[in-house]
Nanobody, 113 residues
Framework: QVYLMESGGGLVQSGGSLRLSCTASSNAFSFNYASWHRQVFGKQREVVAQTWPGEDGYTNYADSVKGRFAISTDYAKNTMYLQMNNLKPEDTAVYYC?????WGQGTQVTVSP
């Protein structure tokens, strides 16, 4: 199956921005639903953003990130992005990308107050 790898995490100040990338080993993003999730230690993993392939470009976001995060996909590069703006300490978590029942290793995002 497809292999996924996240990158772009790091430490930022509250109000700052980060762009996460998820690169796939195949063109899975061109044909399948994909998503970004995040997880804090000791808590349940939660969906952050969702995307469906096609010209329609359907997307969906968790209420907690609406207006601040944006999901997009570069099909030619087999890469999915998560643009995160106006970050808050509550956004601190390990972020994972997923498609075809596969997950990346995760990338840490830490937002300082």
């Amino acid at each position: 199956q497809v292999y996924l790898m996240e990158s772009g995490g790091g430490l930022v100040q509250s109000g700052g921005s980060l762009r996460l990338s998820c690169t796939a080993s195949s063109n899975a993003f061109s044909f399948n639903y994909a998503s970004w999730h995040r997880q804090v230690f000791g808590k349940q993993r939660e969906v952050v953003a969702q995307t469906w392939p096609g010209e329609d470009g359907y997307t969906n976001y968790a209420d907690s990130v609406k207006g601040r995060f944006a999901i997009s996909t570069d099909y030619a590069k087999n890469t999915m992005y998560l643009q995160m703006n106006n970050l808050k300490p509550e956004d601190t978590a390990v972020y994972y990308c997923s498609t075809m029942d596969r997950w990346g290793q995760g990338t840490q995002v830490t937002v300082s107050p």
